[in-house]
């Protein structure tokens, strides 16, 4: 596990130097010359005398050895974080997360939010969470620290699908910064240095950096790349690609000043910070961009900030201007969207929910190809007394739907069992009802449900 030396270690060791010290006891220098503390110590024998006395001292009550626990994060002003290690967040969705321990003497509630984290060299969102010892969950932005009888869990919570989207499978290192308020002095916060936190169960292996794309800017170690757009014309409308490397030793932030799409203006939202040496992907939405179909020209103004997180960013370029096309590909209107939906369907009809004569149930679903659902359009899941199963989904065929559904059982504590996986055909009865065969053999008739 290694971290950065953090800054008041440093400084610490500077004024140290600059003070003169001398077996840990600063030379007297108040009401002497410059000449004075310069003279030989035979012709000053008080400084002598008083020099042995320290040094003896010294001897007898040593200076307070420097704190070398690679876990702390930060320590200061009564306030510790320290690193617990990596493990897979069980109380949320068995993602991975570093685990903290944050002790608070300061006599006042803590919020502490996170100013910057990076995994394996990619700027990521990661989640702050706090596991409270009845069980409670808060996922979110920030931890509430409170001012005593502190008994949370806290984590950096990273998921495993920021993972996928990066192409990776571990964590290999984490870099994090955070910032402290103590109580409500929020003009006094402190950010902690970047510190890097090493998995150390980790191959090691990270893919190589895909940098693929139009460059829109390559200049004093920092690059910008458009890799593509989103031509989709939902709420948001078209969607930019970006990915960014900041090669430097200075913590940047990139902004989009102008932009248009097809010559005409539009809003960028999409700022980046980028911590030094890391890279970052980001989705670029624009203002008022819905309207704009087909997409095939993108033009953007970049502007680079050092960003040192006190004061204002001091701009460090501005780029000209850049232009990506791309093919205008056909939109496909509402009309044909739910024109293709509706047939997918097929030739099944009937959907809602079924009941029978035991008040056993089944709802039959319609998933639209416009929700990713493939070809597996139709979605099946029934109760049969304490036995319930949870389909999934089932396929058209010349006789109906077909599929296997996977099965759980209530127990009487409320609990679920998972049971075998059983295959499930569903075929019209009569007029408007179903019947339901399960592998097992059993058969269901229903109809359809009243509604409530």
Not at 127 to 142: H, Q
Not at 193 to 205: L, Q, Y
Not at 347 to 368: H, I, P, Q, V, Y
């Amino acid at each position: 596990m290694k971290k950065k030396i953090t800054l008041a270690i440093a400084l610490c060791a500077a004024l140290c130097s600059f003070a003169g010290c001398n077996s840990g006891t600063p030379a007297a220098t108040t009401g002497s010359s410059a000449a004075e503390s310069a003279a030989p110590a035979s012709e000053t024998p008080a400084a002598t005398e008083t020099n042995e006395t320290a040094a003896a001292s010294a001897e007898q009550t040593p200076a307070p050895a420097e704190n070398t626990d690679p876990d702390v994060i930060y320590e200061a002003d009564g306030v510790k974080i320290k690193s617990t290690g990596f493990r897979n967040c069980a109380e949320y969705d068995d993602g991975p997360m570093l685990g903290l321990e944050i002790t608070n003497n300061t006599g006042k509630a803590l919020t502490i939010y996170s100013r910057g984290t990076s995994l394996n060299g990619w700027m990521v969102n990661a989640d702050l969470i706090t596991i409270k010892e009845d069980g409670y969950l808060n996922v979110g932005g920030n931890f509430e620290v409170p001012a005593e009888n502190d008994t949370n869990t806290y984590g950096i919570y990273i998921g495993n699908f920021i993972l996928d989207e990066l192409g990776m499978s571990e964590i290999v290192d984490l870099n994090l910064s955070l910032e402290v308020i103590v109580g409500e002095d929020w003009e006094n916060a402190v950010t902690t240095d970047m510190v890097t936190i090493t998995n150390p169960d980790a191959s090691g292996e990270i893919p190589s950096f895909d940098e693929s794309g139009d460059v829109a800017y390559d200049k004093d170690g920092i690059k910008i790349v458009l890799r593509g757009a989103n031509y989709d014309t939902s709420y948001w409308g078209p969607t930019v690609y970006l990915y960014a490397h900041n090669g430097t030793d200075k913590n940047i932030t990139i902004r989009i000043p102008k932009s248009s799409l097809n010559g005409e203006e539009h809003t960028a939202y999409g700022d980046m910070d980028i911590a030094p040496g890391m890279r970052m992907k980001e989705e670029v939405m624009f203002e008022n961009a819905a309207s704009v179909a087909p997409l095939g020209k993108v033009t953007m103004t970049f502007e680079i900030y050092e960003n040192s997180g006190t004061g204002e960013p001091k701009l460090l370029d501005t780029s000209g201007e850049f232009t990506a096309e791309y093919e205008p590909i056909e939109i496909k209107t509402e009309a044909q969207t739910a024109e293709e939906a509706e047939a997918a369907r097929g030739w099944w009809k009937r959907e809602g929910t079924f009941k029978d004569a035991d008040n056993n149930t089944l709802t039959l679903t319609f998933m639209s190809t416009a929700e990713n659902w493939s070809t597996n359009n139709w979605y099946a899941n029934g109760s049969f007394g304490a036995n319930y199963y949870w389909g999934g989904n089932v396929q058209i065929g010349d006789d109906g739907l077909s599929g296997t559904a996977d099965t759980s059982l209530l127990n009487d504590d409320g609990t679920f069992s998972e049971g075998n996986p059983i295959d499930v055909k569903i075929a019209e009865d009569g007029a408007d009802g179903v019947k339901l065969t399960l592998g097992t053999g059993e058969e269901y008739h229903f109809t359809p449900a009243a509604e409530e």
